[in-house]
């Protein structure tokens, strides 16, 4: 990742003035409880394993926190209008904090659960937070094709093709065959509008949702080879670097974090966006196979590896310079919206207050 000093002096002016705001003006909208036991867990499926009932009411419920006032505040991020907002701004607010560190899987895994929460807890929703397992559409020819894309059962399609207009907001990666970048033209988030980015702009700034495929991106860093590459791993370290960061030059040398980001995104559209992936609700089905890749890794050496976690607390800090490694005490939060939690507490899908868990895991 390329960054400037003055994108880097922002972030950090504004996480000192946000531990103010968010310890003394903000109440806790947290929505994690303690479980005793998990007896019971939500099983999150691949969306074209759910049924067509279900995929409309994930759908719905999207729409739903779409329509919900927000509780971010305005001091903050004073574009953020609605609860969907709430889940763009903070992972804006934690990109150098939550990205390139060894806690990066446990940040996600909470975040994801967060949303899952709000999605069942304020919008109806009864089912879990799926996933999409990208693996499936990766090779070339298939990738548009994927029920994840259907106009009725799905997230809708690629935006129209438009040249990238000058003076662009750059991103990290441009795929030499985007064919996009227009705004998602069917499907029941065809008139979502994202409001805050591109980039770490919390002001106010409605556009389209809009999408840019990269079907050969995919095919590079998607596929099933890659991620069985990461899966081979010994340890945790070594996992989730190449996850999350490839197994060459940052995003380069196969990577599934960015093949999922970038196939869909490309330049124009939001999954692009470092800052700003999350305006594309399928960042999260994005998210939950990547969180089903840890799981499934753990699966493998559930003794030794539960309770594996390692890498740097500073961003992109994987020869540890600045020094400082993440532990299972280690502790976040997601601003306004949660409490903190430690690193303990999440590394057990079906523990502590985690409940859930997958229809299948991958084979190991």
Same mark, same amino acid.
């Given at each position: 990742?390329?960054?400037?000093s ?31 036991s ?16 279900t ?27 609605n609860?969907y ?14 990205h ?17 929460n ?8 009864t ?47 441009s795929?030499?065959d985007?064919?996009?970048? %227009?705004?998602?033209?069917? %499907? ?10 591109p ?8 556009r ?45 040398g %196969? ?12 330049y ?23 969180d ?16 594996d976690?390692?890498?740097p ?14 532990t ?13 939690v430690?690193v ?5 899908v ?15």
């Open positions: 990742m390329l960054l400037t003055v994108a880097s002096r922002f972030i950090k002016a504004n996480l000192i003035v946000l531990g103010v705001v968010w310890a003394t003006l903000v109440p806790n909208f947290s929505n994690a409880a303690p479980h005793a998990c007896t019971n867990p939500i099983i999150r499926k691949e969306w074209r394993n759910m049924d067509r009932a995929q409309k009411s994930y759908t719905d419920a999207i729409n739903c926190l779409l329509k919900r006032p927000g509780v971010y505040p305005k001091t903050v991020a004073p574009g953020a209008v609860r907002d709430d889940y763009v701004a903070i992972h804006i607010q934690s990109v150098y904090t939550a390139g560190v060894g806690h990066f899987l446990a940040w996600h895994r909470y975040y994801i659960h967060h949303y899952e709000a999605l069942r807890t304020e919008c109806g929703y089912g879990a937070q799926p996933y999409w397992d990208w693996t499936l559409d990766a090779p070339l020819g298939k990738y548009a094709e994927s029920p994840i894309w259907d106009a009725t059962y799905g997230f809708g399609g690629n935006g129209p093709y438009v040249e990238v207009p000058r003076g662009t907001f750059g991103m990290v990666v795929p030499t985007r064919s996009g970048g %227009g705004c998602v033209p069917d %499907g029941p988030l065809k008139d979502m509008i994202v409001n805050l980015g980039g770490n702009s919390l002001n106010p700034n409605p389209c949702l809009a999408r840019d495929w990269s079907p050969n991106f995919a095919a590079q860093n998607s596929n099933w080879n890659i991620t069985k590459q990461v899966l081979e791993q010994k340890d945790f370290g070594r996992f989730t670097s190449i996850l999350e960061s490839g197994t060459g030059a940052f995003m380069s %196969g990577n599934i974090h960015a093949g999922g980001h970038y196939s869909v995104g490309g124009l559209g939001q999954m692009g966006d470092f800052w700003v992936s999350p305006g594309d609700p399928v960042f999260f089905l994005h998210h939950t196979n990547l089903r890749v840890w799981r499934s890794w753990q699966a493998k050496d559930l003794a030794n590896r539960l309770n976690i390692s890498g607390l500073n961003y992109m800090d994987w020869q540890n310079v600045r020094g400082g490694n993440t299972l005490d280690y502790e976040f939060n997601l601003g306004p919206l949660s409490d903190d430690a303990r507490d999440l590394m057990d079906k523990g502590g207050f985690l409940c859930y868990d997958y229809d299948e895991l991958y084979p190991v």
